[in-house]
């Protein structure tokens, strides 16, 4: 069974090489450069699962994320913070989530 990914990230790069991972690994991805195209597309096509960068122009990874809580048919979608080693006890405090949240795209990890 194939899983419907939002994979929202600005990084050219970045964002081709994880939709190539994800759709060689079966599942069905769906592209956004930040936070404001994302909140279009997930209108038209709903994910089982969203991967977001934190830092992005236009709407950041926060903004799209606190957006998607206001939204009853989205706040229930499993969602993670994708980006490079940054101190991030701030953002969950913030954000009222836990490390589990993050998934680091840098691979010495996060600062502590």
């Given at each position: 069974?194939?899983?419907?990914?939002?994979?929202?990230?600005?990084?050219?790069?970045?964002?081709?090489?994880?939709?190539?991972?994800?759709?060689?690994?079966?599942?069905?991805?769906?592209?956004?450069?930040?936070?404001?195209?994302?909140?279009?597309?997930?209108?038209?096509?709903?994910?089982?699962?969203?991967?977001?960068?934190?830092?992005?122009?236009?709407?950041?990874?926060?903004?799209?994320?606190?957006?998607?809580?206001?939204?009853?048919?989205?706040?229930?979608?499993?969602?993670?913070?994708?980006?490079?080693?940054?101190?991030?006890?701030?953002?969950?405090?913030?954000?009222s989530?836990?490390k589990?949240?993050?998934?680091?795209?840098?691979?010495?990890?996060?600062?502590?």
């Amino acid at each position: 069974m194939s899983i419907k990914v939002l994979l929202v990230e600005d990084e050219f790069n970045i964002r081709n090489n994880l939709t190539e991972l994800l759709e060689m690994t079966g599942h069905v991805v769906t592209a956004a450069i930040n936070g404001l195209e994302a909140l279009e597309k997930i209108k038209l096509n709903k994910p089982d699962i969203i991967i977001s960068d934190l830092f992005m122009t236009e709407m950041d990874g926060k903004i799209f994320y606190s957006r998607l809580l206001e939204e009853p048919e989205f706040r229930k979608i499993p969602f993670l913070f994708l980006t490079a080693k940054v101190e991030i006890q701030d953002v969950c405090d913030e954000l009222s989530v836990d490390k589990s949240f993050f998934i680091s795209s840098d691979p010495s990890g996060f600062a502590e």
